[in-house]
């Protein structure tokens, strides 16, 4: 199931993540949860991105891998979080996700 691969990548720094409750380095605690389409990371009260969320949706045909990626939240520093959310969620977890189908790495 594409879902698993990606949620192996989904928490930065936290691979294969369990739902619920999340602190990540630095003491900044998120909500992971999967809706059965899509993984969220929403940021808690302390998260230096409070207020941010993030949804990764994840399909597989053939395949030909497409991660969907979607940030929203106005929080401290949106700059700042613009670039790191972009290496994060934008380039490592798509990368991640790919290598992981295309080489048959994981099973569906």
């Known amino acids: ?5 990606s949620n192996y990548s989904s928490v930065p720094f936290n691979t294969d993540p369990a739902q619920g409750p ?8 998120i909500i992971h949860t999967f809706d059965g389409t899509t ?3 929403a940021t808690q009260l302390g ?16 395949s030909d891998v497409s991660v969907d ?3 929203t939240g106005n929080g401290f ?3 700042l979080n ?12 798509p990368v991640e996700t ?11």
Request: net charge positive; glycine share 10%.
């Open 1 to 5: 199931m594409i879902a698993n691969i």
């Open 22 to 29: 999340i602190n990540l380095s630095g003491n900044n605690p």
């Open 39 to 41: 993984w969220v990371n």
């Open 47 to 62: 998260h230096i991105f409070d207020g941010r969320v993030v949804g990764t949706t994840s399909t597989a045909v053939n």
């Open 69 to 71: 990626v979607r940030g």
């Open 77 to 79: 520093a949106p700059r």
């Open 82 to 93: 613009n670039v790191i959310g972009a290496v994060l969620f934008g380039v490592v977890l």
């Open 98 to 108: 790919y290598i992981n189908v295309k080489y048959n790495e994981w099973t569906q």
